[in-house]
């Protein structure tokens, strides 16, 4: 069975400083993949950034960034220079491969508040 | 704007009414998703449709139909729902590929409440 923790229920900052979202994950399969989306009050789920089981690399992009850690089995997600529009509640979501289509399990949720 | 419409943006219906939510997108997505949305929670899947065939079905109650009509379009058929159906219904599509790795495109969803 696969499982996703998101153990901030919500997060609250002022504008423009750093926030990082925690994300714990298991699963015993060995090729799975990893995704943030972000969901504002209007409803749409939004995808925002993709990892793969085999690559560890962190990356930037813009004022997101990633940390995976298969020894952890985490991959927490940080906006730098937080903004008012960043006031969503986000997923962390795993997926595995199920004949083409996703199965996903997504977490809980952070709901992140930012305060002009 | 999403690249995945869904109609109607808000609906209320009565117990024993009967409804269609729909959902269409054009970006050539052969994988497409209903998932149930309570207050607070993240979205359950329901449904999958994989080359307009029915891959998934979660063990949905069978007053929720789903429909595939064509590989741009996907119905929801709702007959005599209760109130705890009220929900919002999200409609995601995305990519098919032998890894399963593709990014779900998600509607702005259908806000259901039953009287």
């Known amino acids: 069975a696969q499982k996703v923790t998101q153990a901030q229920t919500e997060i609250s900052v002022v504008e423009k400083e750093d926030v990082t979202l925690d994300c714990v994950y298991e699963?015993?399969?060995?090729?799975?993949?990893l995704f943030w989306y972000k969901q504002p009050p209007s409803g749409e789920l939004v995808f925002l950034i993709r990892r793969n089981s085999f690559d560890e690399q962190n990356e930037i992009s813009g004022r997101y960034s990633w940390n995976f850690q298969k020894s952890t089995s985490s991959f927490n997600f940080t906006i730098t220079a937080s903004q008012v529009v960043d006031s969503a509640v986000y997923f962390c979501?795993?997926?595995?491969?199920?004949?083409?289509?996703?199965?996903?399990?997504f977490g809980t949720g952070t709901k992140l508040q930012v305060i002009p | 704007d999403t690249e995945v419409t869904q109609t109607p943006k808000h609906l209320v219906m009565g117990m024993t009414n009967k409804k269609s939510l729909k959902c269409e997108q054009h970006m050539g997505h052969r994988a497409m998703y209903w998932y149930k949305q309570k207050a607070k929670k993240p979205p359950e899947l329901m449904f999958v449709y994989s080359y307009e065939k029915l891959s998934i079905n979660e063990s949905v109650p069978s007053r929720f139909s789903p429909e595939c009509p064509n590989s741009s379009l996907l119905n929801l058929h709702l007959h005599a729902l209760q109130p705890e159906d009220s929900a919002l219904y999200l409609c995601a599509s995305s990519l098919l590929d032998s890894e399963g790795n593709q990014p779900q495109h998600f509607g702005d969803g259908t806000r259901l409440s039953i009287l």
């Open positions: 979501a795993l997926t595995m491969n199920s004949g083409g289509y996703q199965k996903v399990t």
């Open positions: 699963t015993r399969d060995t090729t799975y993949y």
